[in-house]
């Protein structure tokens, strides 16, 4: 599957972002979805995940109650909406995914995944 991220770019502190990610050459509904992010000289760190189904969702401690992650099987894409940002938000966002059988479960590790976007730049400006 290909992946291909859009949305990001530069907002000030306290704006929003809604990051999409298109998927194409696979079957959609049959992956689970994720986005990581990584700013500079830092590790890539887990954002937000969706099961297969849409009705499962994790977040990590910085993007909960701020971040909201979803799909829409129509369109093949899972978005990112991103509020309340902050310049601690800046990084590359990459969309991920991976084949699950488990139409419930998500997965918050790098290791689960097998297919990556090339990624889209937020940076937030104080």
């Known amino acids: 599957v290909q992946l291909v991220e859009s949305g990001g770019g530069l907002v000030q502190a306290g704006g929003s972002l809604r990051l999409s990610c298109a998927a194409s050459?696979?079957?959609?509904?049959?992956?689970?979805m994720g986005w990581f992010r990584q700013a500079p000289g830092k590790e890539r760190e887990f954002v937000a995940a969706i099961s297969r189904s849409g009705g499962g969702t994790n977040y990590s401690d910085v993007a909960k109650g701020r971040f909201v992650i979803s799909r829409d099987s129509a369109k093949n894409t899972v978005y990112l909406q991103m509020s309340n940002l902050t310049p601690d938000d800046t990084a590359v966002y990459s969309c991920t995914a991976t084949i699950s059988a488990d139409r419930s479960k998500f997965y918050s590790s790098t290791y689960d995944y097998d297919y990556w976007g090339q990624g889209t730049q937020v940076t937030v400006s104080s």
């Open positions: 050459g696979g079957t959609f509904v049959n992956y689970a």
